[in-house]
């Protein structure tokens, strides 16, 4: 099995920024991709970003699109991110996560097989 350990949460002002991290650790796959997802209180959870991890290529969200930036450090088996300009409607607690087999889906949480535990985004008007 996977853990994924998320970390860089925090409560920032609007127009600040923030990086998330989120380290996985056990099975390695031949195949895959990890995404970010967000879910504020009351609603759904909502796709952010995804990378592939042997190729880099990324996704994202319409709403976070020139504002966030997902990355990844192969060697610490570490994914990032980056986010800038930061509003509060970006309030959220933020789910890393890892695709076993991608096929191309990122933004469908039903193709993901582990979930971090989440760290919460508070940005205050």
């Known amino acids: 099995q996977v853990q994924l350990v998320e970390s860089g949460g925090g409560l920032v002002q609007a127009g600040a920024s923030l990086r998330l991290s989120c380290a996985a650790s056990?099975?390695?796959?031949?195949?895959?991709?990890m995404g970010w997802f967000r879910q504020a209180p009351g609603k759904e959870r909502e796709f952010v970003a995804a990378i592939t991890w042997s190729g880099g290529n990324t996704n994202y969200a319409d709403s976070v699109k020139g504002r966030f930036t997902i990355s990844r450090d192969n060697a610490k088996n570490t994914v990032y991110l980056q986010m800038n300009s930061l509003k509060p409607e970006d309030t959220a607690v933020y789910y890393c996560a890892v695709d076993t087999y991608y096929r191309g889906r990122p933004h469908r949480p039903q193709e993901y097989d582990y979930w971090g535990q989440g760290t919460q985004v508070t940005v205050s008007s």
């Open positions: 056990g099975r390695t796959f031949s195949s895959y991709a």
